[in-house]
C-alpha cells in the first residue's frame, strides 16, 4: 500500500508539473479529479448554482497561473477548493452590492418540506445555513461535502488541524442552534 | 441505505444534498478557459484603474484640462488625523478620530462623521489588516504581492507596512510572519517571526524605524494553534507599560493561561490544566487585559456554550460573567463593561445579531440587538459610546449606540481580517 501511495504521488507530482508548465491535457486532467468538489463546496458556501459554476471556472484561471508555486501535492485538493470558496464569496458579495437583492437560493432543490431520510427540511437547512459566517459554511461544506479530514482542512484554512476540530465543533453547535 | 443517528450524520447528508449531484464535467471546455483568462479579481479591478487613467489622460491631453483619476465612490476627504493636536491617553478613553479598513487590497480611512472617505494606500500589491496605533498617529498593514487567500500552501509572508494616517511617510518595518499587534505605547509592533520549538520568538519592531528589532523568546510559548490567518497573534502585552505578555493555549489543549515579563523571563502560569478540568471548562480563547492591566478575561467553552471568564492579573477570583453563551471578550475604553457577541435564537424569517454589554462590577447585562444582518466583527469606539462592526458578506460598516442601540450605516465595506480600526486621538 505504501509503494502504491508513492507512485500515486509521483504520478500527481508528475501531472502537477505538466500541468504547471502549460500542458492541457494534464491541467484537465485535475480538472476531471477536483472541479465537481469546488462547485459543489461553492454552492453550499453560497447557495447558487450560478455563483458556484462561476466560482470554480474563476477558481481553474487563478489555478492555471499559480499552479508551479504548489510545493506539495497532497495540498492540491484543499488549495483548490479554497480558492474557489473565496471566489465565491467575493461574487456573491458583489452581486449582492450589485443588485440590491438577495440571492435567491435554488428552490427546486430545496422545496418539498422535511426530507424524510434526515428529519430536517431542506429549506430550513438552507435558511440557517446563510445566518453562518461564509467561513462556517466553507467549512462545514468542505468537511462533509468535499470530504476532507482534519489536515486538509487545516491546509484549506490556514490553521492548525486541532483548531479546525474547534471552529467545526462550533460551526455545527451554532448550526443545531439555528435548527431548532 | 441510510440510518442517520447523529446530528452530524444527518447533516452530512442534507448538504450533500444541498450541494446537489455530481454532474459531468466538459474538462477541456474549462481549461481553455482558465488559460486564457488567467486572471483575479484584483487584477480585473487594476485593469479597469488602467483603463480609467488612459481615458483620463487622453482627455486631459486633447481636453486641455486634468482629471483626477479616483473611482466614483470615493471622495476627497481631510484628514484630520495628520494634524492631530496632542495624543491621547495611553490607555483609557479617547477621542474618537478617523476610520482605517481595508477593501479589494487598498487602504481607507473614513471620517465616520461625514462619511467621507479615502484611499491613502492603493497600488497593485495585496494589503489588509489595517490597524492604528493606540496613539492614532500611525496606520499599519500587511502586504502581499496578491490576494493571500488565492495562494497554494501555507499563509504567505507579507511585509509589514506603516504609514501616517493620509498615506504619506511609508516604510517596511520588517518582513512579516503574517500577524502583528501594537504594544501599547504605539510606538512598537509585535510580530511573530516563528513559533516553532525551540525558536518561538516574537521580534519587538520600532514603527519609527529608528530603533533595531528586539526579538524575545517566550519559553512557554504554545501557539500550535494559530496559523495567523486571522492575525491571531497568541501575545498581548499589558496596558499601560507593556511590561507582560499574556500567551495561552488554545485548541484541544491541555490549555494553560501564562504571562510572561516582556524580555521572555519570569514566566508564571495563572491558571493550569487542572483549573480546567476542576471547573469543567475547554478551551481558552480571546484573552484580554483590561486597560488598565489589572484583569483579564478571556472566552471557553462548557456545557456545549461558549461563557467569559474574567479574573485578576494574577490569576486570583477567575469567575464566570453574564448570563448567558457569550464570547470574544472586549473590554470598554474605561474598562467598566466588556463586549461580547451572543447569537440566540433568531426568528427563521429575520437575520440578526446580539452583542452582550456585561457591567464588570455588577454583573448586570443587555442587549445590542443588530437585525437583518449577522455581525462579523466588532470593537468599540475610542470614547466607549458606541461600537464600529462589520456585517453581511458584503463587510458593510456600521456603528451603533451603546446606550439607545440606534444603527447608523457608513457607506464603506471591506473584505480584510482583522476588521477596521478606529483611530484614537486626544479629546476635545
Known amino acids: ?153 487545516a491546509a484549506a484554512t490556514g490553521i492548525s488541524p486541532a483548531g479546525t476540530r474547534t471552529r467545526l465543533k462550533r460551526s455545527l453547535d451554532r448550526l443545531r442552534k439555528e435548527l431548532i | 441505505m441510510e440510518d442517520p443517528t447523529t446530528f452530524e450524520d444527518r447533516l452530512a447528508i442534507g448538504l450533500e444534498r444541498l450541494a446537489g449531484p455530481r454532474r459531468p464535467v466538459d474538462t477541456m471546455a474549462i481549461t481553455q478557459v482558465a488559460s486564457t483568462s488567467a486572471w483575479t479579481s484584483k487584477t480585473r479591478s487594476m485593469v479597469n484603474v488602467t483603463r480609467f487613467a488612459i481615458a483620463a489622460a487622453v482627455v486631459a491631453l486633447f481636453g486641455g484640462f486634468v482629471l483626477v483619476a ?196 519570569n514566566a508564571t502560569r495563572l491558571i493550569d490544566e487542572q483549573w480546567f478540568t476542576d471547573n469543567g471548562f475547554e478551551y481558552v480563547g480571546q484573552p484580554k487585559w483590561s486597560p488598565d492591566g489589572s484583569q483579564i478575561a478571556f472566552d471557553t467553552w462548557a456545557d456545549e456554550q461558549s461563557r467569559i471568564i474574567m479574573m485578576n492579573a494574577d490569576g486570583s477570583d477567575a469567575r464566570v460573567i453574564g448570563g448567558g453563551p457569550s464570547a470574544d471578550p472586549d473590554w470598554s475604553p474605561d474598562g467598566a463593561r466588556i463586549k461580547s457577541h451572543r447569537r440566540p435564537e433568531c426568528d427563521a424569517a429575520r437575520d440578526c445579531s446580539v452583542l452582550t454589554i456585561i457591567d464588570v462590577v455588577t454583573g448586570a447585562e443587555h442587549e445590542l440587538v443588530v437585525t437583518d444582518s449577522h455581525i462579523g466583527w466588532s470593537s468599540w469606539s475610542p470614547d466607549g459610546m458606541s461600537i464600529l462592526y462589520t456585517s453581511g458578506e458584503q463587510g458593510r460598516l456600521s456603528m451603533i449606540d451603546v446606550e439607545t442601540g440606534e444603527v447608523n450605516e457608513l457607506p464603506w465595506e471591506t473584505d480584510s481580517w482583522p476588521g477596521p480600526s478606529w483611530q484614537r486621538v486626544a479629546a476635545d
Request: aromatic content about 8%; some cysteine; hydrophobic content about 40%.
Open chain 2, 70 to 265: 479616483q473611482p466614483t465612490d470615493r471622495m476627497v476627504v481631510t484628514v484630520p488625523g495628520a494634524q492631530t493636536e496632542g495624543l491621547p491617553p495611553i490607555t483609557g478613553p479617547a477621542g474618537n478620530g478617523l476610520i482605517a479598513f481595508a477593501h479589494d487590497g487598498d487602504i481607507y480611512v473614513g471620517d465616520p462623521v461625514t462619511g467621507e472617505s479615502e484611499a491613502i494606500v492603493s497600488g497593485a500589491e495585496y494589503d489588509m489588516g489595517a490597524s492604528f496605533s493606540p496613539d492614532g498617529s500611525r496606520i499599519a498593514f500587511t502586504r502581499y504581492e496578491e490576494d493571500p487567500r488565492n495562494l497554494p500552501g501555507a499563509w504567505p509572508s507579507g511585509s509589514l507596512i506603516v504609514v501616517r494616517p493620509d498615506g504619506s511617510d511609508e516604510r517596511v518595518v520588517e518582513p512579516a510572519y503574517g500577524g502583528f499587534l501594537w504594544a501599547p505605547d504605539g510606538r512598537w509592533l509585535i510580530s511573530l517571526i516563528r513559533y516553532e520549538a525551540p525558536d518561538r520568538t516574537l521580534t519587538m519592531l520600532d514603527a519609527t524605524g529608528v530603533a533595531p528589532p528586539r526579538t524575545v523568546t517566550l519559553p512557554t510559548l504554545d501557539l500550535s494553534c494559530c496559523g495567523f490567518r486571522y492575525s491571531h497573534v497568541a501575545t498581548f502585552m499589558r496596558p499601560p507599560l507593556g511590561d507582560r505578555i499574556l500567551t495561552w493555549a488554545e485548541d484541544y489543549g491541555p490549555w494553560y493561561l501564562d504571562v510572561v515579563d516582556a524580555d521572555g523571563s
Open chain 1, 1 to 153: 500500500m505504501e509503494t502504491m501511495a508513492t507512485a500515486a504521488a509521483t504520478d500527481l507530482t508528475g501531472v502537477i508539473a505538466s500541468a504547471s508548465a502549460g500542458d492541457e491535457v494534464a491541467f484537465a486532467m485535475i480538472v476531471a479529479d477536483h472541479h465537481e468538489d469546488m462547485r459543489r463546496v461553492c454552492t453550499v458556501v453560497c447557495g447558487n448554482e450560478t455563483i458556484a459554476e462561476e466560482a470554480a471556472q474563476a477558481a481553474w484561471s487563478i489555478a492555471w497561473r499559480r499552479l508551479a508555486s504548489l510545493r506539495e501535492p497532497e495540498r492540491l485538493r484543499p488549495w483548490l477548493v479554497s480558492v474557489a470558496v473565496n471566489e465565491a464569496k467575493q461574487l456573491l458579495r458583489k452581486r449582492r452590492r450589485a443588485s440590491a437583492l438577495e440571492v435567491t437560493v435554488d428552490a427546486s432543490r430545496t422545496a418539498g418540506g422535511i426530507d424524510p431520510a434526515i428529519g430536517i427540511d431542506l429549506l430550513d437547512l438552507r435558511s440557517a445555513l446563510d445566518r453562518l459566517d461564509p467561513d462556517e459554511r466553507a467549512l462545514l461544506a468542505m468537511r462533509y461535502v468535499a470530504g476532507f479530514d482534519a489536515t486538509e482542512l
